[in-house]
């Protein structure tokens, strides 16, 4: 739990409440621990409410269900979503309900429910579930529409990686980029969600995916994902004169450095697409020449992956059953909940692929 920005988070005992209606109380069994969790406790990115129960990337099993919730029943396991779909508006309804700016949306980002309040108290004060799910807990208390139930069989500790860093990556290919069967990507950063930016271009039959990373280690795991070209930009510049002399179709910024978009946006071909999906700075600007406009070129940001939950989670458990979504791979490590606050403070410390926070 995280009071304010910039201090160390606590393990603290925290009151959850029993669900309201269409609400559904969850036994965390992993969460996996997301650089968006270290950039809410540094502060790079402000979050709506404090004080926080962090952690966003969440599986567990369904333990209490309010009143009128259907599709879920005691013992289902789900995984937790981001978001939530508002049924009604315009966004929503065509498949976009990352795009929704509903009240709904806003306030269940903040971990607020339909009444106004959230679910978790200490000493009768209110605590606030980071997106709503705020999955580093040994329990939460969300919206039915943010737990998407899976078959039992899956692994919940691959499965929760699906909520964001698979979901961002894999979605940012399939829903917002749409990679087409032959197509060249380019993909800048090999870290947990540019993994699932190749896996995805794979997936989605890219013959030519080139991976670019400072890490030696993340290029090859990079390469395990579908990579068929890896360039260690620490060594020498990225260059891909011969690879894609006209440019690629499709680059992923998987950083959020400025910079880095704006070269990545220059390697696309005319007509090509650059897909930010990393987070850059507050207030950072990029640099954007004509070229954007005289080769009809897209900048397009992607917020999560996009799309519908209750869509892309089912859709990648299926994948993952079929073994053509690479998740086990993706843990680094597992840790208890103990640990969890001094990972997060050192998330650059050298571990390759994600750590896990497992549940006893
Ligand atoms: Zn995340
Ligand atoms: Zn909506």
């Avoid at 270290?38 to 409410?49: D, E, F, M, T, V």
């Avoid at 962090?54 to 995984?79: T, Y």
């Avoid at 939530?84 to 508006?89: A, E, I, M, T």
């Avoid at 679910?119 to 709503?132: M, N, V």
Wanted: a negative charge.
């Amino acid at each position: 739990m995280l009071r304010t920005p910039g201090v160390a988070p606590l393990l603290e005992e925290v009151d959850v409440l029993d669900p309201a209606p269409g609400e559904v109380m969850v036994r965390m069994v992993a969460s996996g621990l997301c650089a968006t969790d270290a950039h809410a406790l540094s502060g790079y990115q402000p979050i709506p409410r404090y004080p926080v129960v962090l952690g966003h990337e969440g599986a567990g099993i369904v333990e209490k269900v309010g009143a009128g919730v259907k599709g879920l029943v005691e013992g289902d396991h789900v995984v937790l979503a981001l978001w939530s779909d508002c049924g009604v508006c315009k966004q929503c309804v065509r498949g976009r309900c990352d795009e929704c700016d509903s009240d709904w949306h806003r306030t269940g980002f903040a971990g607020v429910q339909a009444d106004g309040r959230s679910r978790l108290r200490q000493s009768g004060a209110e605590l606030y579930p980071l997106f709503g799910v705020g999955t580093l807990a040994e329990h939460t208390t969300v919206r039915a529409a943010q737990a998407i139930r899976i078959d039992p069989d899956l692994s919940l500790e691959a499965m929760c990686l699906t909520a964001c860093a698979v979901g961002t990556g894999v979605g940012a290919v399939l829903n917002t980029a749409d990679v087409k069967v032959g197509d060249t990507v380019l993909v800048v950063g090999c870290g947990g969600v540019g993994l699932n930016v190749i896996q995805g271009a794979r997936i989605a039959g890219a013959s030519t995916i080139v991976a670019a990373d400072v890490s030696a280690a993340n290029l090859e795991l990079a390469r395990a994902f579908g990579a068929t070209h890896l360039m260690n930009t620490a060594e020498r510049p990225l260059d891909l004169s011969d690879l894609a002399p006209d440019g690629v179709d499709v680059a992923f910024e998987v950083v959020g450095h400025p910079e880095l978009i704006a070269e990545c946006l220059r390697l696309t071909r005319i007509g090509g697409s650059c897909i930010i999906v990393g987070l850059t700075a507050p207030g950072a600007t990029i640099a954007v020449d004509g070229r954007l406009m005289t080769g009809a070129r897209r900048l397009i940001g992607c917020r999560s992956g996009g799309g519908v939950p209750q869509y892309n989670i089912p859709l990648m458990a299926g994948l993952y059953r079929d073994g053509r979504l690479l998740l086990d791979e993706l843990i680094g490590r597992r840790l208890p909940l103990a640990d969890a606050a001094h990972a997060l403070t050192t998330m650059d410390n050298g571990v390759v692929g994600r750590s896990v926070v497992t549940f006893a």
